[in-house]
């Protein structure tokens, strides 16, 4: 798959003083997922359950990874000598989805499009039209 080279991105604004505060402030802000006008855009389940071959996959990933610390390889190399079973697998594939879902409420989310000329955008996110687009290079 080849990704086209993004040269920049853009954020659109509705003129109010929370967006006039980023622009003299110089900062962003970071919404949380329950804040967002869809209640589907991060609503995100893994429901892949792994099996013992893909778990000594990951493993064996995840020994590789440069910066391992030595507490870490010694956890992975007793769990490389138990393999847990698929039952016990899907459990921990269930718990790391319940985790993932419960971490991701405390995510910041920060939205931006590669044109500064999308009317649905412009619709949608600077009252309606009367806002601002910035580039973010």
């Keep these: 798959m080849i990704c086209p080279e993004i ?10 003083q929370y967006s006039l505060s980023l622009l ?7 919404s ?5 006008n869809d209640p589907f855009d991060i609503d995100i389940d893994f429901t892949y359950l792994i099996n013992p071959s893909d778990f000594r996959y990951m493993i064996e990933f995840i020994k590789s990874q ?5 507490e870490r390889l010694k956890e992975l190399k007793k769990l490389e000598k138990e393999i847990p079973d698929q039952n ?3 459990e921990m594939s269930r718990g790391m989805n319940k985790r993932f879902r419960n971490d991701r409420k405390n995510w910041g989310v920060f939205c ?6 999308n009317i649905l955008m412009w619709s949608h996110y600077t009252d309606c039209h009367r806002g601002f ?5």
């Design 133 to 137: 687009c910035i580039q973010f290079v």
């Design 24 to 30: 003299s402030n110089k900062k962003v802000w970071f």
């Design 7 to 16: 040269a920049h991105l853009y954020k659109y604004y509705p003129l109010n």
């Design 66 to 70: 440069n910066g391992i610390s030595k």
């Design 112 to 117: 931006m499009c590669e044109s500064p000329k």
């Design 32 to 36: 949380k997922p329950a804040r967002l």
């Design 88 to 90: 016990a697998l899907n």
